[in-house]
């Protein structure tokens, strides 16, 4: 890409499941360009978990030949209700 | 859980019930016009049911929603997605699977009932992996089960939808959500 072309916004959305883990990177017309899938492993902890969504996020985005700086937000969505101000899943179906 | 994952990736970061992102995928990308108000059922979530009410996400008071056990992913295989395993049966013409089809798509019509009658929806959308592989067997049976529940329901004033966005309903919607974050400051979707 030109350095002179600024980098297109794109944005990475996670689906994060006691089964599942995926992760999709999207362009601004929500076209989803490319996604890494994970093992979640709930078994291993929150800790764990995290280092892997933030693999998964890492492994979609490379696999769209994109430079992580072209993403401005992510969302997560999780199994169970949640505080969304303070960032907090309550309870997450599947998780213990 | 979101600061340490902002902390991880070094981008914002913004949680969500992953049923309400179906629903804002839905309701974004597929409705037109607008309703004033749209449940999300997901067949294959725990959490059931995304809801919207005025372009917000709202509370679900619908009280404990009982999905369909046979349709559920199974945690230590998920690769086998139920629904899967069903179409391939269904398709094949086995009888058994075909008469425990009808049982579940009976379980799943009182579970949309349960939600109309509970959050009276302008439209209910039925959303995910389960709907876009059984899509032809279970419809059917929750519309039958729909005319057959009382006027006192409010089934019939729901308009029932089917959505085309498949597995990955939730996951658009998080692109959805992630578009306005960026756009607003703030997702604008809670109230």
């Given at each position: 890409?030109?350095?002179?072309?600024?980098?297109?916004?794109?944005?990475?959305?996670?689906?994060?499941g006691s089964?599942?883990?995926?992760?999709?990177?999207?362009?601004?017309?929500?076209?989803?360009?490319?996604?890494?899938?994970?093992?979640?492993?709930?078994?291993?902890?929150?800790?764990?978990?995290?280092?892997?969504?933030?693999?998964?996020?890492?492994?979609?985005?490379?696999?769209?030949?994109?430079?992580?700086?072209?993403?401005?937000?992510?969302?997560?969505?999780?199994?169970?209700?949640?505080?969304?101000?303070?960032?907090?899943?309550?309870?997450?179906?599947?998780?213990? | 859980?979101r600061r340490?994952l902002e902390?991880?990736?070094?981008?914002?970061?913004?949680?969500?019930?992953?049923?309400?992102?179906?629903?804002?995928?839905?309701?974004?990308?597929?409705?037109?016009?607008?309703?004033?108000?749209?449940?999300?059922?997901?067949?294959?979530?725990?959490?059931?049911?995304?809801?919207?009410?005025?372009?917000?996400?709202?509370?679900?008071?619908?009280?404990?929603?009982?999905?369909?056990?046979?349709?559920?992913?199974?945690?230590?295989?998920?690769?086998?997605?139920?629904?899967?395993?069903?179409?391939?049966?269904?398709?094949?013409?086995?009888?058994?699977?075909?008469?425990?089809?009808?049982?579940?798509?009976?379980?799943?019509?009182?579970?949309?009932?349960?939600?109309?009658?509970?959050?009276?929806?302008?439209?209910?959308?039925?959303?995910?992996?389960?709907?876009?592989?059984?899509?032809?067997?279970?419809?059917?049976?929750?519309?039958?089960?729909?005319?057959?529940?009382?006027?006192?329901?409010?089934?019939?004033?729901?308009?029932?939808?089917?959505?085309?966005?498949?597995?990955?309903?939730?996951?658009?919607?998080?692109?959805?959500?992630?578009?306005?974050?960026?756009?607003?400051?703030?997702?604008?979707?809670?109230?």
């Amino acid at each position: 890409m030109n350095a002179d072309t600024p980098t297109p916004i794109h944005y990475v959305s996670v689906d994060l499941g006691s089964a599942r883990l995926v992760a999709g990177v999207f362009d601004p017309s929500f076209r989803l360009l490319g996604q890494a899938e994970l093992s979640p492993k709930p078994e291993r902890g929150q800790a764990q978990a995290l280092d892997r969504v933030a693999r998964c996020v890492r492994d979609a985005v490379d696999e769209c030949d994109l430079d992580f700086g072209a993403v401005h937000a992510v969302v997560m969505g999780v199994p169970g209700p949640v505080d969304a101000n303070r960032g907090l899943a309550l309870r997450m179906a599947g998780w213990g | 859980m979101r600061r340490e994952l902002e902390q991880r990736l070094g981008v914002p970061v913004t949680l969500e019930n992953d049923c309400n992102l179906a629903a804002l995928a839905i309701y974004t990308l597929e409705l037109d016009p607008k309703p004033r108000s749209l449940a999300a059922v997901c067949l294959d979530r725990c959490s059931a049911v995304g809801w919207i009410v005025q372009g917000r996400f709202a509370p679900v008071t619908a009280g404990e929603l009982k999905v369909p056990a046979a349709l559920q992913p199974d945690p230590k295989n998920p690769a086998r997605h139920p629904a899967k395993q069903w179409r391939k049966a269904l398709q094949a013409g086995d009888a058994g699977a075909k008469e425990a089809m009808l049982g579940i798509a009976v379980e799943a019509g009182a579970l949309v009932t349960q939600i109309i009658d509970r959050l009276h929806p302008d439209v209910l959308a039925l959303s995910g992996a389960t709907v876009a592989e059984l899509k032809d067997w279970l419809v059917p049976g929750i519309r039958q089960h729909l005319a057959g529940s009382g006027p006192e329901c409010g089934a019939h004033a729901a308009s029932l939808f089917v959505s085309n966005l498949g597995k990955d309903a939730a996951l658009v919607g998080g692109a959805v959500l992630a578009a306005a974050t960026v756009r607003q400051g703030s997702s604008g979707w809670r109230p």
